[in-house]
């Protein structure tokens, strides 16, 4: 399989605008099939006011398009659309929520939290972050037995430099570890 993509974002008065497009591929056997997408999502930052913070909405619709062909066989594109806020409660913690309403499933919910820990706060005066991060996937846990749909990570981040670290929980399948390196240039 290939994807490949190309996309454009844009801030229109107080709002952000952006679309891609995309390529795919897709072989089975000695059948091949050839389509394209295109994704769509809308931001609204400081949309309103709760609490002491403010908090950003937005929307977006993935995976807009044909039926990929392979052979004389046809499947829609795992089109979704979600709607989603983030809450910045102070400048060192966000609270996410998103519903998500896919093609293909029951709409479901996610929240995520972050907690930031500038350098400041330890007593340095270098440029770094340190963030703990924890999350629930609802759409995780329908279809696996045990303890699933939960995520916990940390990163770090240096002026030019970022690493991540995630932990999932799959339930009887067991766990996924997944880290993330970032330049800034």
């Known amino acids: 399989d290939l994807a490949a993509g190309a996309a454009y974002a844009r801030r229109v008065g ?9 390529l795919l591929r897709s072989s089975l056997a000695d059948r091949t099939g050839t389509g ?18 403010p908090l950003d909405a937005g929307l977006s619709v993935s995976n807009l398009g044909p ?5 004389s066989s046809a499947d829609p594109l795992p089109f979704r659309a979600r709607a989603g ?14 519903v998500v309403l896919p093609v293909d499933q029951a ?10 820990f500038p350098a400041a706060m330890a007593g340095s005066t270098r440029p770094w972050t ?18 699933t749909a ?4 940390a990163g770090l981040d240096f002026a030019a430099f970022r690493v991540d670290y995630a932990w999932v929980a799959l339930g009887s399948l067991g766990s996924s570890n997944r880290v993330t390196l970032a330049f800034r240039f």
């Open 36 to 53: 394209f997408a295109a994704d769509f999502g809308a931001l609204l930052p400081h949309a309103a006011d709760l609490g002491d913070g």
């Open 85 to 98: 806020a983030v809450w910045h409660a102070s400048p060192n913690f966000d609270a996410a929520l998103d």
């Open 150 to 153: 939960v995520s916990f990570g």
């Open 107 to 116: 709409p479901y919910a996610t929240v995520g939290a972050e907690a930031r």
């Open 67 to 71: 039926p990929l062909k392979i052979g």
């Open 130 to 147: 340190a963030a703990l991060r924890a999350g629930y996937d609802q759409s995780r846990s329908r279809s696996v037995d045990g303890f």
């Open 14 to 22: 107080p709002v952000a605008l952006g679309g891609g497009l995309k």
